[in-house]
């Protein structure tokens, strides 16, 4: 069957470290993958889009891997920060709709 | 800015009510969905949309159905609410012209049936 799985355990850090969060994916070949932050209560926001022929994106203090034989995208945040505490859900594109998975909760602690 | 509206943020109905979810998008936009979230499970896809008076059904359209007379205005309904579609309904749009299009949501709306 079709799964994406990020870790539904929330993601404790200190600030100013690297947060690194998982998303990996099954029986899906995506073209594209995106990543979103939600807050509480608020709908999603879009951060990144990484395309199955890149390896690598940055946005300022974020990055987005994607490993399409790994079926694995990382989404990294480096000197975190409290206000980067959020639910952040990634998303691959598959027949012509995106496939959510349930977000992985960061928790930046000053 | 795009900006996505949703109708209310908080709504509360009685089990068998009909109730309807508006959601407007003023960025001219072809492409609107509706998604629910629960905990757990991730944004479910409901319906969607790629242009006026036309609809697709989602992974989750049972007990639901949606309207789009205008381009910009999307509406889900529910035709006689139950208690397990109590939940945070999100409305969002997307553009067409863009090949990777990001998906711009709006608040949501936390249904609760009782």
């Known amino acids: 069957s079709q799964k994406i799985e990020q870790n539904s355990e929330a993601l404790n850090i200190q600030e100013g470290k690297t947060a690194t969060l998982t998303c990996n994916y099954t029986?899906?070949?995506?073209?594209?993958l995106q990543w979103y932050r939600q807050d509480p209560g608020r709908g999603p926001v879009f951060l990144l889009l990484?395309?199955?022929?890149?390896k690598e994106k940055r946005k300022e203090r974020l990055k987005v891997t994607f490993d399409t034989t790994l079926k694995q995208s990382l989404f990294h945040i480096t000197a975190s920060q409290p206000a980067d505490s959020a639910t952040y859900l990634c998303?691959?594109?598959?027949?012509?709709?995106?496939?959510f998975g349930s977000g992985t909760r960061l928790l930046v602690r000053p | 800015d795009v900006k996505v509206t949703q109708s209310s943020r908080y709504l509360v109905k009685r089990t068998g009510e009909k109730v309807f979810l508006e959601c407007v998008q003023d960025?001219?936009?072809?492409?609107m969905f509706w998604y629910r979230q629960d905990p757990g499970l991730g944004l479910r896809l409901i319906y969607f949309?790629?242009?006026?008076?036309?609809?697709e059904k989602g992974d989750i359209p049972e007990g639901y159905s949606v309207s789009r007379e205008k381009k910009e205005r999307f509406s889900l309904i529910l035709e006689s609410a139950s208690t397990n579609q109590t939940s945070m309904y999100l409305c969002?749009?997307?553009?067409?012209?863009?090949?990777?299009?990001?998906?711009?949501f709006g608040p949501g709306t936390r249904l609760t049936v009782l």
């Open positions: 949309s790629y242009d006026v008076k036309m609809k």
């Open positions: 998303a691959l594109y598959s027949s012509y709709k995106l496939i």
């Open positions: 960025m001219d936009h072809e492409n």
């Open positions: 990484i395309r199955e022929n890149e």
């Open positions: 029986n899906y070949s995506p073209a594209y």
């Open positions: 969002a749009s997307s553009s067409s012209r863009e090949r990777y299009n990001e998906q711009f």
